[in-house]
């Protein structure tokens, strides 16, 4: 029989295997998205574990550009108090996203020369790394959005009929 300490160890490596950390499902439904990016997070040792204890928050968040870098605003990471006891964390500093040039320029482009704003989707694992998903997007006119909600109420509809059927 596996001793507590096992078990805890056990449910320690499934919480920590690969997936999604956050999604910023407010994007989703407020823009058009038109091409995805992947960008590295350049984070500190207490963010981490943080990130970690899932204590991450995506909405309203937003990407700028300054000097041909990309920087996440708006991302909330709460502290862990007793990760981070020698440091004075700060939940909402500026986070640099790591791209290559070209990826930079791509965005830089669309944003200025199309018109599309960058929002960040979600941040992932990736291995032991943190990856943040992030989008070339443009606004979504009221009409849109109520098309969008008719659609995900079909779709829930059409689950439940599916469901009933195969019983």
Request: aromatic share 8%; net charge positive; proline share 3%.
């Amino acid at each position: 029989m596996a001793s507590s300490d096992e078990r805890y160890d056990v449910a320690k490596q499934k919480k920590a295997s690969p997936g999604t950390i956050a999604q910023n499902k407010k994007a989703r439904f407020e823009y058009h998205l038109h091409e995805k990016f992947e960008a590295g997070l350049a984070l500190e040792g207490w963010e981490i574990k943080s990130i970690r204890a899932g204590r991450v928050q995506l909405t309203d968040t937003y990407i700028f550009f300054k000097r041909n870098e990309a920087f996440l605003l708006g991302a909330n990471i709460t502290p862990l108090y007793s990760a981070s006891s020698h440091v004075l964390p700060e939940s909402q500093r500026i986070r640099k996203l790591l791209l290559h040039r070209k990826e930079i320029a791509r965005l830089i482009g669309g944003v200025q020369q199309k018109g599309y704003t960058c929002v960040p989707l979600a941040l992932y694992w990736k291995g032991p790394l943190v990856k943040c998903e992030l989008a070339l997007a443009s606004g979504k006119k009221e009409h849109d959005k109520r098309a969008t909600i008719k659609e995900r109420d079909w779709q829930r509809d059409k689950q439940r009929v599916a469901k009933d059927y195969r019983h």
